[in-house]
C-alpha cells in the first residue's frame, strides 16, 4: 500500500493543475471579500470567505483526472499489474483526493486569517458569539469540517463517474452539473411533488446543501432536513457511491 | 518461471482463450504468434491478472489471481501501448516504479536514452516512447518480461538495441514471452514459438524443433494447376498457393500421385520446399482455418 501511496502522490505533486486549481479558490475568496465584506463580515469569515464553491470546482478540475489520467496515458495496465491488488490502486487514490480535499480546507482557514487581516472586509473579533451561541472561530472551522463532508461527498460522485466514464471532459462538465444544478433539481423537485417529500428529501443532490444549510439555517425550507439529518445523508451516500465505484472499477475491463 | 494450466478467459460471454496450457522457463524468450484477433493480448493481460479467467496461471510457483498480483513483483511488461504520464519526464515515469535507482540508470544507459531522460516526456517521439515504455518492464531485474509489440515505432538502430538486450538480460536469466508481427524481428530472439489461432495453441515447440519440422513440405506443378487446386481441395488435401506452385504436406506426397494418376493430370515438379519462417506460419494457420471450417 506503501508503494501505491508513493506513487499516487508522486503523479498528483508532479501535475501543474493540482498547484494550479487553488488559485481559483483564493480568486474566489478574495471577490467574495469584496462582494460583502462590509455588509457581512462575521458570515464571510464563518464561511471562510464563501471558499466552499471555489473548493468544490477545484476538487472536479484535478480529482476527476486522478483516473482519467490513467485511461488518456494507457497507464491503467501498468498501475493495475504493478499493485498487488485492485483495490490498493482505487484506495490509494482515494487516500490523495481526501488529503487533497483536507489541504485545500486547510488553506481556506489560512487564507481567511490573512485575509481578516488585509482590510477586504470590515474587522470581526473571533471570539465574539455569532451563529449557534458559539464564538465565531468555533463557527467556521465547524463550518469548514461540514464543507469538509460535503466535498467528500462530490469526490464521491466524481469517483464513482471516473469510474463509469473514460472521458474526462465528460466527466468534469457531469460534476460541474451535479454541484451547480443538483439542489436546484432537489429543490424544484420536492417544491412540485410534496407528496413525496418524505421519501425524495433523502436524494442525493439534496444533501449538496449540507454546507449552505448549516451557516444559513432557513435552507431547511429547501432541503426539507434537518441539518444533522443532512450529515448522515450525505455520509451515507458517501459510502454507497465510493463502494459502487469500487465495484465498477473491480469489473471494469481495461 | 511461467507455468499457464487450461486457462480460459470470456469476454462478455464470449471465450477468448480455450485452454491454454504453456510454460516459460528462466533464460527461454518465447515468440507468442498469431493473426489479429487470435487472443496473444488477451493472454499476456490474463498472465498479468488483468482478467477474468477460470485455470491457473503461476510465477515461480505462487498463483496469479485476478485480484492478487503478489506473484509479479519481478514481472516486468508492455502492453499494447507505453505506460507513460506526459506531465513527467522519462526518469519521473521510470522512478515511479523503480525500486532500485542504480539499476534504472543502468536501464536508461542500456537503452541509450541519457540524453533526453531528463526531459518532459510529452515532447518525445513514438520511438522514444516505446523505449521507455520497454524501459519500464525491464525495471528491478524481472524474472520475467512480457512485451507485446516492442518493435512498434523503433527505427532499425532502437530495434537491433532492443534484441541486443532481450538476449542479453535472457542470457542472465531473465525469461521474456514476446508478441510481434514482425516475425522476422522475432524470429532473430526467440527459443521457442507459441503459435495461437481463433484462442488456441497450435504450436509449442523450440524453434530449431519447428523449424525442422517446418522445412518437410513439398514443391508441386502440374501441366494444369487450376485443376489440380481444386482437385485437391474436393479431396481435401491441405494445400499453399505460391507464384506458380503448390505445396503440400510431406506426408501427402504419395497419395497426391496417385490422385494426379488417376485424373491423367501429368505431374511436371515435385520437389522438397524449405519454406521460410513466415510461410511457414501463414501455412499452419491456414491449414488450421481449413480443419475447423471442416468441423
Given at each position: 500500500?506503501?508503494?501505491?501511496?508513493y506513487?499516487e502522490?508522486?503523479?498528483?505533486?508532479?501535475?501543474?493543475?493540482?498547484w494550479?486549481a487553488?488559485?481559483?479558490?483564493?480568486?474566489?475568496?478574495?471577490?467574495?471579500?469584496?462582494?460583502?465584506g462590509?455588509?457581512q463580515?462575521?458570515?464571510?469569515?464563518?464561511?471562510c470567505?464563501?471558499?466552499s464553491e471555489?473548493?468544490?470546482?477545484?476538487?472536479?478540475?484535478?480529482?476527476s483526472?486522478?483516473?482519467s489520467m490513467?485511461?488518456?496515458?494507457?497507464?491503467?495496465?501498468?498501475v493495475?499489474?504493478?499493485s498487488?491488488?485492485?483495490?490498493?490502486?482505487?484506495?490509494?487514490?482515494?487516500?490523495?483526493?481526501?488529503?487533497?480535499?483536507?489541504?485545500?480546507?486547510?488553506?481556506?482557514?489560512?487564507?481567511?486569517f490573512?485575509?481578516?487581516?488585509?482590510?477586504?472586509?470590515?474587522?470581526?473579533?473571533?471570539?465574539?458569539?455569532?451563529?449557534y451561541?458559539?464564538?465565531?472561530i468555533?463557527?467556521?472551522?465547524?463550518?469548514?469540517?461540514?464543507?469538509?463532508?460535503?466535498?467528500?461527498?462530490?469526490?464521491?460522485?466524481?469517483?464513482?463517474?471516473?469510474?463509469?466514464?473514460?472521458?474526462?471532459?465528460?466527466?468534469?462538465?457531469l460534476?460541474?452539473?451535479i454541484?451547480?444544478?443538483?439542489n436546484?433539481i432537489?429543490?424544484?423537485?420536492?417544491?412540485?411533488?410534496?407528496?413525496?417529500?418524505?421519501?425524495?428529501?433523502w436524494?442525493?443532490?439534496?444533501?449538496?446543501?449540507?454546507?449552505?444549510?448549516?451557516?444559513?439555517?432557513a435552507m431547511?425550507q429547501?432541503?426539507s432536513?434537518?441539518?444533522?439529518?443532512?450529515i448522515?445523508?450525505?455520509?451515507?451516500?458517501?459510502?454507497?457511491?465510493?463502494?459502487?465505484?469500487?465495484?465498477?472499477?473491480?469489473?471494469?475491463?481495461? | 518461471?511461467?507455468?499457464?494450466?487450461?486457462?480460459?478467459?470470456f469476454?462478455g460471454?464470449?471465450?477468448?482463450v480455450?485452454?491454454?496450457?504453456?510454460r516459460?522457463?528462466?533464460g527461454s524468450?518465447?515468440?507468442?504468434?498469431?493473426?489479429?484477433?487470435?487472443?496473444?493480448?488477451?493472454?499476456?493481460?490474463?498472465?498479468?491478472?488483468?482478467?477474468?479467467?477460470?485455470?491457473?496461471?503461476s510465477v515461480?510457483?505462487?498463483?496469479?489471481?485476478?485480484?492478487?498480483?503478489?506473484?509479479?513483483?519481478?514481472?516486468?511488461?508492455?502492453?499494447?501501448?507505453?505506460?507513460?504520464?506526459?506531465?513527467?519526464?522519462g526518469l519521473?515515469?521510470?522512478k515511479?516504479y523503480?525500486?532500485?535507482?542504480?539499476?534504472?540508470?543502468?536501464?536508461?544507459?542500456?537503452l541509450?536514452m541519457?540524453?533526453?531522460?531528463?526531459?518532459?516526456?510529452?515532447?518525445?517521439?513514438?520511438?522514444?516512447?516505446?523505449?521507455?515504455?520497454?524501459?519500464?518492464?525491464?525495471?528491478?531485474?524481472?524474472?520475467?518480461?512480457?512485451?507485446?509489440?516492442?518493435?512498434n515505432?523503433?527505427?532499425?538502430?532502437?530495434?537491433?538495441?532492443?534484441?541486443k538486450?532481450?538476449?542479453?538480460?535472457?542470457?542472465?536469466g531473465?525469461?521474456?514471452?514476446?508478441?510481434?508481427?514482425v516475425?522476422g524481428?522475432?524470429?532473430?530472439?526467440?527459443?521457442?514459438?507459441?503459435?495461437?489461432?481463433?484462442?488456441?495453441?497450435?504450436?509449442?515447440?523450440?524453434?530449431?524443433?519447428?523449424?525442422r519440422?517446418?522445412h518437410q513440405?513439398?514443391?508441386?506443378?502440374?501441366?494444369?494447376?487450376?485443376?489440380?487446386?481444386?482437385?485437391?481441395?474436393?479431396?481435401?488435401?491441405p494445400?499453399?498457393?505460391?507464384?506458380?506452385?503448390?505445396l503440400?504436406?510431406r506426408?501427402?506426397?504419395?497419395?497426391?500421385q496417385?490422385?494426379?494418376?488417376?485424373?491423367?493430370?501429368?505431374l511436371?515438379?515435385?520437389?522438397?520446399?524449405?519454406l521460410?519462417?513466415?510461410?511457414?506460419?501463414?501455412?499452419l494457420?491456414?491449414?488450421?482455418?481449413?480443419?475447423?471450417?471442416e468441423k
Amino acid at each position: 500500500m506503501r508503494t501505491n501511496l508513493y506513487r499516487e502522490f508522486y503523479k498528483f505533486s508532479h501535475k501543474k493543475v493540482t498547484w494550479f486549481a487553488p488559485l481559483l479558490v483564493l480568486f474566489l475568496m478574495v471577490a467574495f471579500g469584496f462582494a460583502t465584506g462590509k455588509d457581512q463580515p462575521q458570515l464571510l469569515a464563518m464561511t471562510c470567505y464563501g471558499s466552499s464553491e471555489g473548493i468544490l470546482l477545484t476538487l472536479i478540475i484535478v480529482v476527476s483526472s486522478i483516473f482519467s489520467m490513467e485511461f488518456q496515458n494507457h497507464a491503467i495496465l501498468t498501475v493495475l499489474y504493478k499493485s498487488p491488488s485492485k483495490h490498493y490502486v482505487y484506495l490509494a487514490k482515494l487516500i490523495v483526493a481526501l488529503g487533497y480535499n483536507l489541504i485545500l480546507h486547510l488553506g481556506a482557514i489560512l487564507l481567511t486569517f490573512v485575509l481578516t487581516l488585509t482590510g477586504i472586509a470590515k474587522p470581526i473579533s473571533w471570539l465574539a458569539v455569532y451563529q449557534y451561541h458559539q464564538p465565531l472561530i468555533i463557527n467556521m472551522l465547524t463550518t469548514s469540517s461540514v464543507d469538509f463532508i460535503t466535498a467528500t461527498l462530490l469526490i464521491s460522485i466524481i469517483f464513482l463517474t471516473s469510474c463509469l466514464i473514460n472521458s474526462n471532459a465528460v466527466v468534469v462538465t457531469l460534476n460541474m452539473v451535479i454541484i451547480f444544478v443538483g439542489n436546484d433539481i432537489s429543490y424544484n423537485f420536492l417544491l412540485q411533488n410534496a407528496h413525496l417529500a418524505d421519501f425524495a428529501r433523502w436524494n442525493p443532490f439534496n444533501m449538496l446543501d449540507l454546507t449552505k444549510q448549516y451557516y444559513n439555517q432557513a435552507m431547511i425550507q429547501a432541503t426539507s432536513l434537518t441539518t444533522f439529518q443532512l450529515i448522515i445523508g450525505a455520509s451515507t451516500y458517501v459510502l454507497a457511491f465510493l463502494m459502487t465505484g469500487y465495484l465498477v472499477f473491480r469489473k471494469k475491463r481495461f | 518461471m511461467l507455468q499457464v494450466n487450461h486457462i480460459n478467459t470470456f469476454i462478455g460471454r464470449k471465450k477468448i482463450v480455450k485452454d491454454v496450457s504453456f510454460r516459460v522457463n528462466p533464460g527461454s524468450i518465447v515468440g507468442l504468434i498469431g493473426p489479429n484477433g487470435a487472443g496473444k493480448t488477451t493472454i499476456m493481460k490474463t498472465i498479468l491478472g488483468l482478467t477474468k479467467f477460470t485455470g491457473k496461471i503461476s510465477v515461480e510457483n505462487k498463483s496469479v489471481t485476478e485480484n492478487d498480483h503478489g506473484a509479479l513483483t519481478r514481472v516486468g511488461a508492455l502492453i499494447e501501448h507505453p505506460a507513460i504520464y506526459p506531465f513527467l519526464t522519462g526518469l519521473e515515469n521510470l522512478k515511479l516504479y523503480s525500486l532500485d535507482e542504480a539499476d534504472m540508470n543502468h536501464v536508461v544507459s542500456l537503452l541509450g536514452m541519457t540524453s533526453y531522460i531528463n526531459n518532459k516526456s510529452k515532447d518525445y517521439s513514438m520511438g522514444m516512447k516505446q523505449k521507455l515504455g520497454i524501459a519500464i518492464a525491464l525495471l528491478n531485474k524481472p524474472q520475467l518480461v512480457i512485451l507485446d509489440e516492442p518493435m512498434n515505432g523503433l527505427d532499425i538502430e532502437a530495434t537491433i538495441l532492443i534484441r541486443k538486450i532481450i538476449k542479453q538480460y535472457a542470457a542472465q536469466g531473465s525469461a521474456f514471452l514476446i508478441s510481434s508481427h514482425v516475425l522476422g524481428e522475432l524470429q532473430k530472439v526467440m527459443t521457442n514459438v507459441l503459435l495461437i489461432t481463433e484462442g488456441k495453441i497450435i504450436v509449442d515447440q523450440p524453434i530449431d524443433e519447428f523449424n525442422r519440422v517446418s522445412h518437410q513440405q513439398f514443391r508441386l506443378l502440374t501441366e494444369d494447376m487450376p485443376a489440380t487446386e481444386k482437385l485437391f481441395r474436393d479431396n481435401r488435401i491441405p494445400i499453399t498457393k505460391t507464384d506458380n506452385y503448390l505445396l503440400i504436406a510431406r506426408d501427402q506426397s504419395y497419395p497426391v500421385q496417385d490422385i494426379l494418376y488417376s485424373h491423367h493430370i501429368r505431374l511436371l515438379e515435385l520437389s522438397p520446399q524449405g519454406l521460410n519462417f513466415e510461410q511457414t506460419i501463414v501455412s499452419l494457420l491456414e491449414q488450421q482455418r481449413r480443419q475447423n471450417h471442416e468441423k
